[in-house]
């Protein structure tokens, strides 16, 4: 299922607040008419901000950054209950999402929920005040999974272990070990027009935190041929898998060669290099290439994948605002693939393996220690 893009439209977010606020404010107090229904607020009692018009209230929310929209929910029982609309956090989710620099499997927004229509009853919008369980507006909580997925709201769902297991692990760095080895694959690393490998060869300021060997050279036959190839628009011969014929053809199936089957079962993790730049097909082809080196035949499924998925180098801001052609985009200017379609177009969530998209620059090779320093984490390192 490819990844939404089509944005709620705002007019509709303003009239489900509407009606929401009409339902929840009321010109007399009806307190004590029914016991089983919520009491509403009369709206001599409403706080000027509550009173303010529904679009100027929308407006104010999608200044906010996320977790000063919680603080706001936090003033009055009227907030607090408008702020946890499932339609607007919808809006929030499908506006926010193509910008989001990183994504893993644990922060994965659920996109088949996404896509479903949580307003197809008339906007039927339930009252939600203070003590109030809501499971029937949408069974998809879009708060929740804006706030695990936002990547200033990510900390506290980052990967944590068990007070036994940090102890452990601490016993576990007593012991000599070997450092991790990672194998690095896929068509970045020969498509772009800035080679993101020679770049970390010469970047004196990451190598010591990457720990890549400076002293090593790229053979010059190899790096000529993908010269070729960014010139020409074609990819290099796939020396890594060999193709199995398959049942539709649209399926397709590799095995790695047997030298690639032995890097696989050696190494502590994958980092794969993702061409992010627009008009790079469907992924079927690199995400069968993924499963085939992560198959659980090469070893264990609790290795972690590191999916950089690269451009060349930044658009300036002024040439996004000059290029007619991407303004008209539906998403917008853009000049990567976002780090949530990327995870989709690759088949990420149906791995076993953990795995997290970082978006990254090959020319200045920013996001790259980010992506690094989760995969280490995953790795089991202490960092």
């Not at 989001?100 to 009252?127: F, G, R, Y």
């Not at 791995?351 to 020319?363: F, G, I, K, R, Y």
Request: net charge negative; aromatic share 6%.
């Amino acid at each position: 299922m490819e990844a939404p893009t089509e944005k709620l439209s705002e007019s509709l977010v303003i009239r489900s607040l509407k009606r929401f606020r009409d339902r929840l404010l009321s010109n007399t107090c009806q307190l004590g008419s029914d016991s089983n229904q919520s009491p509403k607020i009369p709206v001599e009692d409403a706080s000027l901000l509550d009173r303010i018009p529904v679009d100027v209230q929308f407006l104010i929310l999608t200044l906010l950054p996320p977790e000063d929209i919680c603080r706001l929910g936090a003033t009055s029982r009227y907030w607090r209950a408008l702020v946890r609309d499932p339609l607007l956090w919808k809006y929030f989710l499908l506006r926010d999402m193509p910008h989001w620099s990183s994504i893993d499997h644990v922060t994965m927004p659920k996109l088949e929920a996404l896509a479903s229509d949580i307003c197809s009853n008339d906007l039927q919008l339930e009252e939600r005040v203070e003590g109030e369980e809501q499971d029937n507006v949408s069974k998809y909580d879009y708060m929740a999974e804006y706030m695990k997925g936002h990547p200033a709201c990510r900390q506290k769902w980052q990967f944590s272990r068990p007070p036994y297991e940090v102890v452990t692990s601490f016993l576990t760095s007593l012991l000599p070990s070997s450092e991790p080895r990672y194998a690095m694959f896929g068509p970045g690393i020969e498509q772009l027009d800035v080679s993101m490998v020679t770049r970390l060869m010469h970047a004196p300021d990451v190598l010591p935190v990457a720990a890549i060997p400076s002293g090593r050279q790229i053979n010059g036959g190899e790096m000529a041929e993908r010269d070729r190839a960014r010139v020409g628009q074609y990819s290099v011969n796939d020396k890594l898998f060999t193709s199995e014929d398959t049942d539709p053809p649209s399926c397709p199936m590799f095995i790695p060669n047997p030298q690639v089957q032995e890097v696989c079962q050696a190494v502590s993790g994958f980092i794969y290099v993702a061409n992010a730049e627009p008009g790079q097909g469907d992924g079927t082809v690199e995400a069968a290439k993924i499963q085939a080196m992560l198959s659980p035949a090469w070893g264990s499924t609790a290795r972690p994948l590191l999916v950089l998925s690269c451009v060349s180098r930044e658009r300036l801001k002024e040439e996004l605002e000059t290029d007619a052609a991407l303004r008209t985009t539906p998403t917008g200017a853009r000049c990567r693939t976002p780090s949530v379609e990327m995870a989709q177009r690759l088949r990420l969530p149906q791995l076993p393996n953990p795995w997290m998209v970082q978006d990254t620059v090959a020319e200045s090779l920013s996001g790259l220690l980010d992506g690094i320093s989760w995969l280490l984490r995953y790795s089991g390192l202490r960092i």
